[in-house]
Nanobody, 124 residues
């Protein structure tokens, strides 16, 4: 499974960005998809996850209420809509796919596949 993330860029604080992650697999619908981020000198941080059919979502505390994860299984794509961006949201954002179950969604080591990352920079 190959994951290709895009949509990052430079945005002012308070602005919005939409990240996309396209998967090259016919079994996309069997994977829970997640977004993580990693800022320089910090560990990879859970941002959000969505269940295989999109019925359940989960978010990290720092993005709750500002970010929304969604997926289009017909397009093998997962999205991350980021609103009210803050300078502390600056990081490289990674999408991941996990098949082991919903319980592992917040743990980076649970994920089977990762995209290459897309950089988000929020200026103050």
């Amino acid at each position: 499974v190959q994951l290709q993330a895009c949509g990052g860029g430079l945005v002012q604080a308070g602005g919005s960005l939409r990240l996309s992650c396209a998967a090259s697999t016919r079994t996309f619908i069997t994977y829970i998809m997640g977004w993580f981020r990693q800022a320089p000198g910090k560990e990879r941080e859970f941002v959000g996850a969505i269940s295989a059919r999109g019925f359940s979502t989960d978010y990290g505390d720092s993005v709750q209420g500002r970010f929304t994860i969604s997926r289009d299984n017909a397009k093998n794509t997962v999205y991350l809509q980021m609103n009210s961006l803050k300078p502390e949201d600056t990081a490289v954002y990674y999408c991941g796919a996990v098949s082991s179950g919903w319980y592992g969604r917040q743990v980076a080591d649970s994920y089977d596949y990762w995209g290459q990352g897309t950089e988000v920079t929020v200026s103050s």
